[in-house]
């Protein structure tokens, strides 16, 4: 069972607008979150991650919020930018169970202009 | 600049060859990581390495193995490739200081087992 969801494979939006993309979680341990982009026929690299200390990072047009009650992270670009088009993956760690990485099945960013 | 390179892009072998897949990191990282990228699945993790001759199992080791004998250097293998084994692999690299979440990618390498 995937530990990490992204339950839109896609989502369409309009240059200029917001882009909301969602992750959720089932692992309670899991206490380092990260949002890795990626273009076609690239590598992901790397975006923004946050802490469970936290609730909030920015960075930006990115900011990436976590709700540790709920198991949910989002991320949020705002204004969207075609260049933004990608597939996006979010990532979990769980700091004392070493170093990897638990990735979800990723959302595909349309941004049209 | 963190520079994580693939020995290949792509690559067509057929159904029982043996296949090598070598990955390379110049900035003096430790941990080493091999992923098999399918459509909806996201990235899972087959094995890495967090030093020199060391290596763990990831969630699907089945049909791999890997082999580090150069701290840079991280090669996946696959003893008998299989139409299944038909996917996108990517290498990654991170290291033990307080970025170790951080993971830097390759490009990939295509592989398609015919």
């Known amino acids: 069972d995937q530990q990490v969801k992204q339950n839109s494979p896609s989502l369409s939006v309009q240059e200029g607008r917001i882009s909301i993309l969602n992750c959720d979680y089932t692992?309670?341990?899991?206490?380092?979150f990260l949002w890795y982009k990626k273009y076609p026929a690239e590598g992901p690299t790397f975006l923004i991650s946050i802490s469970s200390i936290k609730d909030k990072n920015e960075d930006g047009r990115f900011t990436v919020f976590l709700n540790k009650s709920a198991k949910h992270l989002s991320l949020h670009i705002v204004p969207s930018q075609p260049g933004d088009s990608a597939v996006y993956f979010c990532?979990?760690?769980?700091?004392?169970?070493?170093?990897?990485?638990?990735f979800g099945g990723g959302t595909r960013l349309m941004v049209k202009p | 600049d963190v520079k994580v390179t693939q020995s290949s892009r792509y690559l067509v072998k057929r159904t029982g060859e043996k296949v090598f897949l070598e990955c390379v990191q110049d900035?003096?990282?430790?941990?080493m990581f091999w992923y098999r990228q399918d459509p909806g699945l996201g990235l899972r993790l087959i094995y890495f390495s967090y030093d020199v001759k060391m290596k763990e199992k990831g969630d699907i080791p089945e049909g791999y193995s890997v082999s580090r004998e150069k701290k840079e250097r991280f090669s996946l293998i696959l003893e008998s490739a299989s139409t299944n084994q038909t996917s996108m692999y990517l290498c990654a690299s991170s290291s033990q200081g307080a970025r170790r979440n951080e993971q830097f990618f390759g490009p990939g390498t295509r592989l398609t087992v015919l």
């Open positions: 692992n309670s341990m899991f206490d380092y």
């Open positions: 900035m003096d990282h430790e941990n």
């Open positions: 990532a979990a760690s769980d700091s004392n169970a070493g170093n990897m990485l638990t």
